[in-house]
């Protein structure tokens, strides 16, 4: 557990940058969106350079801590805004997606099997972490600027990376050390695996886990909710998220229902959040309160089934999986880039339902797909 902990420090945890943005410090709605996309597009790229190249896992997660000290400081220096925000929040985004695709292959090769959906659920948790420091540095803004707040986290991150992770990392998979009944043991692999892994990482995207992030804050203001309330409820939901993080450490629930069941669950609540906001006839308090409830319904229900999927990912291939695992990360931060830029802009000319309903469409089409694909003794079918 301590290994996934200080993993998280230089991964999951750095979420928080994703929106991190002090929206009052930019002019025009452009510029917000550029300096938010800034970090996305950092993830994308450093996935792209692992796509192709070989990294020791050590040095590589050493040299993810390095960029948080270095991106932290450019990011808060108080000139050129605009320029420094991109420049610094590019850089820790690099950071940042070398670590995500870094620290789950340090994980699949230093876990045991049947121990490593605890450790991921641990990234996880750290995962809803980062969502919370994100939301609650705006309620610190009269004392400490939300700039300043979110560079100094990473800046500490960075730090404590360099203290506290073990002088080596394994080069081979762990093996089990308790006899496990092999009858009873899940499917690791996919028929198809790289299919599988990059649809993986689209319905991670169209689930709406980017759009919570970033501007979760903003679609509650869409709907007449305060300002104060809406940052209330941004800060609400990644607690929330750690119900059932916390529940599914401690039930029998195969890895297979835990993914599809919470994916369609999430793709529910998006069918009736795209009802919701298109009914024309529902008051705008009934409205506010209803799109409120299912926002933060959503946001409990993907918070399982897309990091269990996570640790199914790096199960998919043996001697690649750090190449194979950052190009099917290149499609969702590149994915993740183009919601960012795009989602603001969309909702306030065309509304939420439009803004919205790609989304949905994709997440439909996601999940049929995994359907037919996902790890298992038998095959799916549909019987007529």
């Not at 104060?228 to 529940?247: D, E, G, K, N």
Request: charged letters at 10%; glycine letters at 4%; aromatic letters at 14%.
């Amino acid at each position: 557990m301590r290994l996934a902990l200080v993993l998280a420090l230089v991964s999951s945890l750095q979420i928080f940058q994703q929106s991190s943005v002090d929206s009052k410090q930019f002019t025009t709605i452009w510029q917000v969106s550029l300096v938010t996309a800034a970090f996305p597009i950092g993830k994308f790229i450093a996935t792209c350079f692992l796509s192709f190249n070989d990294v020791k896992l050590h040095d590589e997660l050493d040299r993810c801590a390095r960029l948080l000290l270095l991106g932290s400081i450019v990011s808060a220096l108080p000139f050129f805004r605009t320029i420094s925000s991109f420049c610094g929040r590019f850089i820790m985004g690099y950071s940042a997606g070398s670590g995500f695709v870094c620290a789950p292959a340090v994980l699949r090769l230093a876990v045991p099997e049947s121990m490593r959906p605890t450790n991921f659920l641990f990234l996880a948790a750290a995962f809803s972490m980062g969502t919370f420091l994100a939301n609650s540095m705006f309620l610190l803004s009269n004392l400490i600027s939300p700039t300043v707040f979110s560079a100094s986290l990473s800046f500490a991150a960075g730090i404590l990376y360099l203290i506290l992770r073990p002088d080596t990392y394994p080069n081979e998979v762990c093996t089990e050390t308790v006899v496990m009944d092999s009858d009873n043991l899940e499917p690791t692999k996919s028929s198809h695996p790289v299919l599988f892994v990059f649809v993986l990482m689209v319905i991670n995207v169209s689930i709406g886990v980017p759009l919570m992030q970033t501007y979760s804050n903003l679609i509650f203001t869409f709907y007449g909710m305060s300002e104060t309330s809406a940052l209330l409820f941004s800060i609400l939901y990644p607690l929330l998220q750690f119900v059932p993080v916390m529940i599914s450490t401690r039930i029998g629930i195969s890895r297979k229902a835990l993914v599809l069941g919470g994916y369609f669950v999430a793709i529910k609540v998006q069918f009736f959040l795209l009802l919701t906001s298109a009914y024309p006839y529902l008051p705008d308090k009934h409205q506010m309160i209803a799109m409120t409830i299912l926002l933060l319904v959503l946001s409990i229900s993907f918070i399982i089934p897309c990091n269990t999927a996570l640790c199914i990912l790096f199960e998919q291939f043996d001697g690649t999986s750090v190449k194979t695992a950052s190009k099917s990360r290149c499609v969702m931060w590149f994915l993740a880039s183009v919601s960012t830029l795009t989602f603001s802009k969309t909702l306030d000319s065309y509304g939420f339902t439009i803004a919205f309903l790609p989304y949905f469409l994709v997440s439909v089409a996601s999940f049929f797909v995994m359907l037919f694909i996902f790890p298992s003794k038998r095959p799916f079918s549909i019987h007529l």
